[in-house]
Nanobody
Framework: QVQLVESGGGLVQPGDSLRLSCVVS????????MAWYRQVIGKERELVAR???????TYADSVKGRFTISRDSAGDTLFLQMNNLKPEDTAVYYC??????????WGQGTQVTVSS
């Protein structure tokens, strides 16, 4: 059984940084891409950043230049480095994974709150 477990969320002030981690466990044979999504209550879940198996990255316009997505060499851990955080970054952040067989997995989410 595949599990994605996020960590690293918390309460920070505007301008601070956080690093989210997503540890993947279970039998995964072919990961096509991984990503971070976020969701605010009452709004749709939105893509924050995505990294393909080849390493190409995509970012939401709202986080470009502030957030960086990366994977460790083994592909078991996904990271999201978040700098210069803003109150509008407050959300639950979810780890996402898609295989070449189109299987999709989600983590349980980690809360990020940016407030003075």
């Amino acid at each position: 059984q595949v599990q994605l477990v996020e960590s690293g969320g918390g309460l920070v002030q505007p301008g601070d940084s956080l690093r989210l981690s997503c540890v993947v466990s279970g039998r995964i044979f072919s990961v096509a891409s991984m990503a971070w999504y976020r969701q605010v209550i009452g709004k749709e879940r939105e893509l924050v950043a995505r990294v393909s198996a080849g390493g190409s990255t995509t970012y939401a316009d709202s986080v470009k230049g502030r957030f960086t997505i990366s994977r460790d060499s083994a592909g078991d851990t996904l990271f999201l480095q978040m700098n210069n955080l803003k109150p509008e970054d407050t959300a639950v952040y979810y780890c996402w994974q898609k295989t070449y067989g189109s299987e999709i997995y989600w983590g349980q989410g980690t809360q990020v709150t940016v407030s003075s």
